[in-house]
């Protein structure tokens, strides 16, 4: 997780990113979201999960330095992915020295290192674990596709880490017009045994029914949250382990926009661990998943 410097509205995602809002001062709004983020870590670390905590430079100004699961992905077979970025003002966040750190000060083990950012001289983007929700464990790779999310990308990346790519669009209204969601993890979440999803968002009954297969075929109890729901971020979470216990990772707003039904669902197999967000989802359009760049490289 990137401890932000420079957390403001950015206005060049926001051309795409419909969830943003431009309603803070720059100083003010970095010096809230740096209490949301603080108090996050400590409601994680209370639990017992694991944070690995890096401070972002304060130069050159990385308004969305706190969401790095857009610009790297870490895998159990010791593979680093630096991924594409749409925003050129983005693509700073990219840290070659935070790789050194994770294996020098905390002995992680990184045994090969892809590099996607090449596409963006082409004009291809693929950003992370933003633009794909893994299923880790069936190998399958849920992606929905923007200008954000190139599907020769997605294909490229299961090919290197032999993953099925499920593809399909997945829109939102605005101003009465369907237009692409920006991210694939702000309808949908992966966990271990249930799946949270906005099935209102894929438009297309035959991509709408692949989905529905695959997440079947996986076992997984489907959790179907409202397109009102989505827009609270309620599809943004995921899935941790702590000391004793696993937890659904969300924020604030999204557990409760939630219904007590659609909680005791999720609490049937593991208990919501959620923290207020409310600026850094208004001003920077991501929420809590957005902001954990989980770690599966062995030690």
């Known amino acids: 997780m990137i401890e932000p410097a420079a957390f403001k509205f950015n206005s060049e995602t926001a051309t795409n990113n419909f969830y943003q809002n431009n309603k803070l001062s720059e100083s003010g709004s970095q010096q809230l979201a740096l209490q949301e983020f603080s108090d996050f870590i400590e409601k994680l670390k209370g639990k017992g999960i694991s944070t690995t905590v890096i401070k972002d430079t304060k130069i050159p100004i990385k308004p969305d330095a706190i969401f790095p699961n857009n610009w790297i992905s870490f895998h159990e077979n010791g593979v680093v992915i630096l991924f594409p970025m749409w925003a050129e003002n983005r693509r700073q966040e990219r840290r070659l020295d935070l790789l050194s750190r994770l294996k020098k000060e905390h002995n992680f083990k990184i045994k090969k290192q892809l590099d996607f950012s090449l596409y963006?001289?082409?004009?291809?983007?693929?950003?992370?674990?933003?633009?794909?929700?893994?299923?880790?464990?069936?190998?399958?790779?849920y992606a929905a596709i923007s200008l954000r999310t190139h599907e020769e990308l997605v294909q490229k990346f299961c090919d290197k880490m032999n993953y099925s790519a499920i593809l399909f669009s997945a829109n939102q209204t605005i101003k009465g017009r369907r237009v692409p969601i920006y991210h694939t993890n702000v309808m949908m979440t992966i966990a271990d045994k249930y799946a949270i999803i906005c099935l209102d968002t894929i438009d297309d009954t035959n991509e709408k029914e692949e989905v529905l297969k695959a997440l079947k075929k996986t076992n997984k109890e489907i959790i179907e949250i409202t397109p009102a729901q989505k827009n609270c971020f309620a599809g943004n979470s995921l899935q941790v382990m702590g000391n004793n216990s696993v937890y659904l990772i969300m924020s604030s707003n999204a557990f409760h926009s939630l219904s007590s039904k659609q909680v005791a669902k999720i609490e049937n197999f593991n208990p919501i661990l959620h923290s207020d967000l409310t600026t850094i989802e208004n001003i920077g359009g991501g929420s809590a998943r957005c902001m954990m760049a989980e770690v599966f490289l062995p030690k």
């Open 120 to 141: 963006e001289k082409e004009n291809k983007f693929l950003e992370g674990t933003g633009s794909m929700v893994l299923d880790r464990k069936n190998k399958l790779c």
